[in-house]
């Protein structure tokens, strides 16, 4: 949708002839070829479109905590049911869970659950596994060699060093094999409430497209993020970046025309701004 310079009071008149009122004005605004113009910028209320973002270079740090917090507000309103997609009944399940997800989907891995915890239901069980069992078991999320070998150290560490039972707690997670910050966080945050900010693909993606951080390290980026934001809200955040992800802002095609926070998103227009073709390449993952 384009916007002509034609204006009437507080009217914007658009290319299609349709008045919208105005409500905001803002100048200098960067171009996302990175020029600034000092030509007027309208924000048109209910529009699918972004109104004017200010280029990182010109946003003040309160401007970026605001927007981040905004964000993070109306993507809960978005995805009010937004939790971990990964099924567990415990510490243990969700740990092994998060560490079989990795290269495959949150549903492939609930599909494999409830036979893999019928077999082993606790650590010392799953240390004792037969290797060839266990592999055929996990054989269809790939990897499972090498996804084997990790559920069969982790398992024997947590009975050797911890009585069996999951630490709660970020330096003991992330020495388990296996285990690194993205999964410890996982644990942490819906296992034992202990607020942990999940840096996978997804958020780390949507973090940069927000102009949140330009970090590609997950573990500065975890940092810079969190910095955003109070401590309480992590583990929330973390599901409401992860699940739009998955459905609304791919990797190759984000649905911008479809997506309900492209206001304040400087990326805007990197996917179909058109609403109908947008709402053709929105997503589900899992039971969503």
Known sequence: MKMTRERTGSMLILASGKPHRVTGVRKSVARRSGRES????????????????PAPATETRTGLVRRARKIDRVLGETYPDAKCELDFDDPFQLLVVTVLSAQTTDKRVNAVRPTLFAAYPDPKAMAAADRATLEGIIGPLGFFRAKTESLLKLSAALVADHGGQVPANLDDLVKLPGVGRKTANVVLGNAFGIPGITVDTHFGRLARRFGWTEETDPVKAEHAVGALFEKRDWTMLSHHLIWHGRRVCHKQKPACGACTVAKWC???????????????????????
Not at 38 to 53: D, L
Not at 269 to 282: I, M, N, Q, S, W
């Open 38 to 53: 000092s030509a007027e910028s309208w924000s048109v209320p209910g529009a699918p479109y972004a109104s004017a973002v």
């Open 266 to 288: 400087p990326s805007y227009g990197e996917g179909p701004t058109d609403p109908e073709v947008a709402a053709k390449l929105v997503k589900t993952e899992g039971r969503a």
